[in-house]
């Protein structure tokens, strides 16, 4: 997001929410695994596990989209051509460069793959990430969330249901979580270029989100203002 955006969306939460963010970003979390029978259970046996559909209006939008899909695939095709040109072109100099990039994306998938960050949390259902994650959408049944780095912690934002326009005008508050309880971390301290952050707790559970963009402004952030977690 640019800067002309980031301000704006930080006087809406000032304004509408009363909050006074450090940086804040759109994020969204992957599928939620069924949970064990008995965790099931204690949870009241039903909790929600998926956003709610896309609304009748975001179904529309896609129906009206659908005839213009070939001209858009021709249009990312032309953009791939272009792309592969300009590679052809290259000098010396940005082909290092860009096997430079290439490598830091093949060692920084292998490491999320190490440490088990892609999944969605740790795998303890009994642990705090596990417990949070059971409520993530009974909290707000839209499939992204605001997540908003304060003095006092985290907090989570999203319409109450999900929308297919205007989710800013229909933000409130889903969810706190006080910096006593959990830490929003980069679990690469800044060394790859990556949509990840995970909201670890303090019995060391995590849940792994993922911003809109890489290099977020949440990322930023904790690079400037936290030391690098071990993941």
Not at 40 to 59: D, E, F, I, S, V
Not at 95 to 119: C, F, M, P, T
Not at 193 to 216: G, N
């Amino acid at each position: 997001m640019s800067r002309k955006g980031n301000r704006k969306q930080h006087r809406l939460l000032s304004t509408h929410l009363g909050i006074q963010p450090h940086a804040a970003e759109w994020c969204r979390i992957d599928d939620i695994p069924q949970p064990p029978a008995d965790v099931l259970q204690a949870a009241g046996g039903t909790p929600r596990l998926r956003p709610a559909r896309l609304p009748p209006l975001g179904m529309l939008g896609a129906v009206l989209a659908a005839p213009f899909a070939p001209f858009l695939l021709l249009l990312w095709l032309l953009a791939q051509a272009e792309e592969a040109l300009k590679r052809a072109l290259d000098t010396e100099e940005e082909k290092r460069s860009r096997r430079a990039r290439k490598d830091a994306e093949k060692r920084r998938d292998a490491a999320i793959v190490e440490h088990g960050l892609d999944r969605v949390f740790d795998g303890n259902w009994h642990g705090s990430a596990g417990q949070f994650l059971l409520r993530w959408y009974s909290h707000s049944t839209h499939h992204e969330r605001l997540l908003v780095a304060t003095d006092d912690g985290i907090v989570l934002a999203a319409p109450p249901q999900r929308v297919s326009v205007g989710r800013e005008k229909q933000l409130r508050v889903v969810a706190r979580i006080p910096t006593a309880e959990a830490t929003l971390v980069d679990p690469f301290g800044g060394e790859f270029e990556s949509t990840l952050l995970l909201i670890r707790f303090r019995d060391s559970s995590w849940i792994r989100v993922d911003t809109e963009e890489p290099r977020s402004e949440l990322h930023m952030h904790l690079l400037q203002h936290q030391p690098a977690a071990e993941s």
